[in-house]
């Protein structure tokens, strides 16, 4: 047993100032909200003996890559650490919903993220009446390193999951709070104490997932309670897994075995592990052609809308027919 401290929590509100990022709801602004939820955060884990680290202060503007070393620079001398880099999503004033983007080479993340969406969707849902949960995701360049330089920094530019193994047991994700061009979730997010219940609902996931209690951590203790914990995650995000899958595609049977050409022009077209959004990203196709060799029908979008999706002949996985153009 050693004499490190169990955990760090290394949070990084995104943007800086006030006014970064306007929402739908007059005054929302994302880089506000994310700071003052990452200081309730931060007060709900400190609370509990947790120490925490804020990668900036209010009108402080660190460099992505400079945000996610703080991690790693403060990390040494404890036996975890998560980075979290807290922001709210926008696309087309349409899309809701919570999702997580996970380091691609820390695969342990997956099963905390998995288990603060659960959280984060529990308390948005009972006053949105809409918020979901869209999935932990991961995105990378193509030298294998993570897309987003928030991540990246976190794992000192790791391209492999080799790479990213040194020092304390790592977690590195960035959470989308919902969408603030979205009317519903924006309302919800401009309201401190709803800021305030999601900080505790955050806190509680990231004590609970560590094991410790109200009383705070107590060194080399908790080793073998960590892994308890971990194995139950294990087996309860498998279940989580396997409901989601059975509720977002269809059966098999409608399963079509088939064989011919798509061309794909995007650059960024997701490859998914199934036919369904809601499963993970293992690749992007880039622009080309592409063989599909079966299609099933599944969730395309947000609001749960299914259509066809092929399977790649490479063995890669799924990508959405939809933005894709049968050849010849
Ligand atoms: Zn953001």
Redesign the pocket.
Known sequence: MSDKKKLLVVIDP??TGNT??AGAVKGYY??KA?YDLSLYEKAALEKRGIDVILTRERNQDPGLYERGQMAVKNGRGYANVVFE??????FNGKAYGVNIIRSAHLPASEKLADRMIDAIVKVMKLSTGITYNRGVTTKTQSNGADWYGVIRGAVSGATTQGQAKNGPVRYDY?V?HGFHDNQKECQFLSKQENLKAIAEAKAAVIADYFGISDKGQSGSQGGQSDKNNQNGQNNQSRQNNQNKQSIDTDSSAQNKKTSYLVRVSIDNLNIRQSPTIHSEVVGFTGKGTFTIIEEATGIVNAAGAKSRWGKLKSGRGWLCLDYAEKVG
């Open positions: 995104g943007h970064y990022n994302e880089s994310v880099s807290n922001h709210s999503n926008a960035i989308e």
